[in-house]
Each structure stands twice: as C-alpha cells, then as structure tokens.
C-alpha cells in the first residue's frame, strides 16, 4: 500500500500547507511499501537493460521510467515509447525532436539508447536519478488525485527550472513552455488565455503569451522567473485564477486572492 498524500484543502490555502509539509510527506510517501518494491526493482535490473527493446518488455521497469517523466499514460503504447528511445535526440528528424511534448525529448535523451552505443542506463548514478524523478512524480500524482492544479504549482518550480536551464533564447524558452502541457496550463490559466489560443499559428501564440506576460508581470521573458518571488506570485495568481474559473463565483476568497495580486505593489496587472 502506498502512502497517500494530505491535501485538506484546495487553492492557495492548499499550498500554504503543502510548502509546510511537502518534505515529510514525501518521505512518507518514498518509504511505503510499494514504492520500496518498485524502486528498489528498478535499481537492481535496469544496468542490465542494454536496448529499448528490452525496457518496453518489462513492464514494470517500463513504468517507473515513463513514470520518471510524466508519461506514465504511454505504457501500453510499446512501439511508440520504443521508436521514442530508438531514434534518439542527435538527428532533427528523430521522433522526439518533431514532438511539441517536450517530455519524450527529455526520456529520450535520458536513456540514450539511440545517442550512444553505451546507453546511460549502465552509468552508476542513473538508476537514483530516474527514481529520485518517478518519486517526486508519483508523489504529483498523489496531490492531484485530490487537487489537480496543486499538482500543477508544486510540479512547476522542476519544470520551469528545465526551461530556465536551456541554453536557448527567450524565444525559445517560450516554445518549450508552449510544448510542455503541464507549463503551458499554468501559463495559459495565469495569464487568462484560453485554451483555443493553441489552435492559432506558433508565431501568433508566441506573441500572445509574450504581449500577456508583459501586462500582467511587466516582463515578456521566462528568465525572469528564475526569481523566487516571480515564480511564486506566478504560482499564487494560477491558484487563484483556476479556483475562480471552477467556482464562477466574482466574490469568492480566490476572487479576492487575485484582487491582491493584481494589486501588489502594482507589479501584477491584468
């Protein structure tokens, strides 16, 4: 049985108390017996693991690698993950390199099956890594099973700090948030864009997020959220903005939570 996180409440009184105790938790959570046996599994017979062939064989091995990455709904799509990992990342025509999903870039490239004659699963600190990530993620999981923006905002500070960490121009930054569907809801839910602003041309979305980011935080570029206090007032303003969007209520505690936000030092405008 799996310890199952404690969530009493959802929106930006939720992440108050998960900032809190988000370390015991996972603790907990990393020791309760099935996730002892599936990793402990894992870091016994993945060195073994030489193609991709033999990975989307094991099932569970398979699960904690997707798992790893947030892709744990591909387990049962075996060619797919397979061709993922086959092709690689070096050539622009590998699969993962024509994907907007940017995770499958990411798995790909951690597994270096189609990179490398030697993949990485044989490297000694590989195994800790993949699992270090499925805890975490699973651990995700287990908030947004109760409360699935708070997922989102707790998964946000990895996953912008991958973007921040590209050696790429804000452009491209911007493309990867774009790609990547858990950025890219907390993007559009803060900024207010709807969701069909994904059906207009990449350039015409870019502009879009670029313009609202510079009204609503003063600053079209992702690098400025490699401030704490952006990336939090960022994280605040989601919370509130979805709490809003699923009450419908004008007058609601969340409604007041973005009144403040907005009204912070006059640095949030909507």
């Known amino acids: 049985m799996t310890f199952q996180p404690v969530v009493p409440f959802g929106g930006i009184a939720g992440w108050a108390f998960l900032n809190r105790t988000r370390e015991s938790q996972q603790k907990a959570f990393d020791a309760s017996p099935a996730m002892v046996r599936d ?19 094991d099932r569970r091995l ?6 790893a990455f947030g892709l744990e709904d591909d387990i049962d799509n075996k060619f797919f993950i397979r061709k993922i990992l086959e092709d690689g990342t070096l050539q622009p025509e590998a699969l993962a390199n024509r994907l907007s999903d940017k995770r499958y870039l990411a798995f790909s490239k951690a597994f270096g099956f189609g990179d490398f004659d030697v993949p990485n699963t044989k490297l000694s600190d590989f195994p800790e890594k993949i699992i270090t990530a499925y805890q975490t993620r699973q651990f995700e ?11 989102l905002a707790i998964s ?6 991958t973007v921040l960490d590209r050696n790429t121009s804000e452009n491209g930054k911007w ?9 890219r809801k907390v993007f559009e839910t803060a900024l207010g864009l709807p969701i069909s602003t994904a059906s207009l041309d990449i350039d015409v979305q870019l502009r879009t997020f670029k313009e609202k980011a510079a009204r609503v935080f003063g600053d079209d570029t992702v690098s400025q959220f490699s401030d704490a206090a952006a990336q939090e007032k960022l994280t605040r303003l989601f919370l509130a903005r979805s709490e809003i969007d699923s009450q ?14 907005q009204s912070t030092g006059g640095a949030l405008r909507i």
């Open 62 to 67: 398979l699960a904690v690698a997707l798992g």
């Open 248 to 261: 419908n209520f004008g007058n609601s505690p969340a409604a007041n939570a973005l009144t403040l936000l």
């Open 156 to 161: 946000l500070g990895r996953e912008l700090g």
């Open 175 to 183: 493309f990867t948030i774009m790609g990547t569907p858990p950025l």
């Open 141 to 151: 999981i287990g908030i947004g099973n109760q409360y699935e923006n708070l997922r």
């Open 39 to 57: 990793t402990e599994r894992f870091a016994e017979q993945i060195g073994a693991i030489d193609t991709a062939e033999e990975l989307v064989a």
